[in-house]
């Protein structure tokens, strides 16, 4: 079975400073693994993914995260933090092809706030 | 200006009461999603489609239920039987054979 645990469901970064949201994931197959990002009742937005291609994945708004298996880690980060980041993060895992059953497995979320 | 939509996007019912949330989507995709998010909690699987006319249910549907009688469409009925049913719902589609979901604006249910 797959699970997602995203590491810290507060983080505060100051504008202009480097933003990390950290995710772990647990899968027993090659999983793939996505970023989305949700502003205040809004829906979700794909921020990047990461199908087995290159590790380091470049995503919308300047964010990128790295896929390390060795660490079953999957991190996402952001140079220079903007006021209008903050938002709630969602890292996702999905061990299914895309015909695959039952969809995404969600972890519980970070909230990034960004200190003017 | 394509998209998935759903309506309403605030809907207040008394305890007791069915209500249907709608979700429709013109991206051509096949399959459709229902989830659940509570404060804390992430999103909740409810019940998913592959196919016009066929749906599975998912991590948590009892007391929801849903049709898929046109490909762009995947209706959800929160019946009275769903005992804490205050939360905000979200629908999301994905073309067959692609892993990413998008997703719609949601529609946040208070029941009173």
């Given at each position: 079975a797959q699970s997602v645990t995203q590491l810290d469901s507060h983080v505060s970064v100051s504008e202009g400073t480097p933003v990390l949201?950290?995710?772990?994931?647990?899968?027993?197959?090659?999983?793939?693994?996505?970023?989305?990002?949700?502003?205040?009742?809004?829906?979700l937005q794909l921020l990047l993914k990461y199908t087995s291609a290159a590790t380091l994945v470049k995503?919308?708004?300047?964010?990128?995260?790295?896929?390390?298996?060795?660490?079953?880690?999957?991190h996402l980060t952001k140079p220079s933090a903007h006021m209008s980041d903050a938002a709630e993060y969602f890292c996702v895992v999905s061990e299914e092809s895309g015909g695959g059953a039952d969809g995404l497995t969600f972890g519980k979320g970070t909230h990034l706030i960004i200190q003017p | 200006d394509g998209g998935i939509t759903q309506s309403p996007k605030y809907l207040f019912r008394k305890e007791g009461q069915n209500v249907t949330?709608?979700?429709?989507?013109?991206?051509?995709?096949?399959?459709?999603?229902?989830?659940?998010?509570?404060?804390?909690?992430g999103l909740r699987l409810i019940y998913y489609s592959q196919i016009v006319n066929d749906f599975q249910k998912g991590d948590i549907a009892e007391g929801y239920s849903v049709s898929r009688e046109k490909k762009e469409s995947f209706p959800l009925t929160v019946t009275s039987a769903q005992k804490n049913?205050?939360?905000?719902?979200?629908?999301?589609?994905?073309?067959?054979?692609?892993?990413?979901?998008?997703?719609?604006?949601?529609?946040?249910?208070?029941?009173?």
């Open positions: 949201l950290r995710c772990n994931y647990s899968s027993s197959y090659s999983p793939s693994l996505f970023w989305y990002v949700q502003h205040p009742n809004k829906g995503g919308i708004n300047g964010f990128e995260a790295e896929f390390k298996k060795s660490e079953t880690s999957f | 949330l709608s979700c429709e989507q013109n991206l051509n995709h096949d399959a459709m999603y229902w989830y659940r998010q509570d404060p804390g909690q049913p205050t939360a905000f719902y979200l629908c999301a589609s994905k073309v067959r054979g692609a892993y990413e979901q998008y997703f719609g604006p949601g529609t946040r249910l208070t029941v009173t």
